[in-house]
């Protein structure tokens, strides 16, 4: 086959999430579907339901509800790249307007490494030890 193992067979939910890399391992979709983050057509699903093409997937992500349509089932994990074959993103722009203002948000709110601060590097540790053992010996 040229799509890459593409059909029409239906797959397990949580391995077309792998597959098509919605999530990073199947064992993270699995969870996800456990935790009713991942509804099917308006109903949350197991990761054993079987999806087909044609089937509307919601995901509830940290910043973002992501919507997808189902095109075809791959067989095996795809590549970045040809992701596009198996799923059409139909999420909606007011979603994806308040997930980039959330990352802003969070971007705004971090706090940048600060020379000085957390652990001491090497140069520091020794100038920390020779003054701890100039007080442990104050005859030098």
Excluded: H
């Amino acid at each position: 086959m040229s799509d890459r193992g593409a059909d029409r067979r239906p797959a397990r939910l949580d391995k077309w999430l792998w597959s098509v890399r919605l999530y990073k391992t199947r064992n993270l979709a699995a969870e996800a579907c456990r935790r009713g983050q991942v509804c099917i057509d308006g109903t949350r699903s197991r990761a054993s339901r079987q999806v087909s093409p044609g089937m509307t997937i919601e995901l509830r992500l940290p910043a973002i509800t992501r919507s997808v349509r189902v095109l075809a089932t791959p067989e095996t994990r795809v590549g970045a790249k040809l992701t596009e074959k198996f799923y059409a993103d139909i999420t909606t722009q007011e979603e994806r307007e308040r997930a980039a203002r959330i990352r802003q948000e969070n971007r705004m709110n971090r706090v940048f490494d600060v020379p000085g601060q957390g652990r001491p590097d090497k140069q520091q540790q020794r100038k920390i030890r020779k003054f701890l053992e100039k007080q442990d010996n104050p005859d030098c």
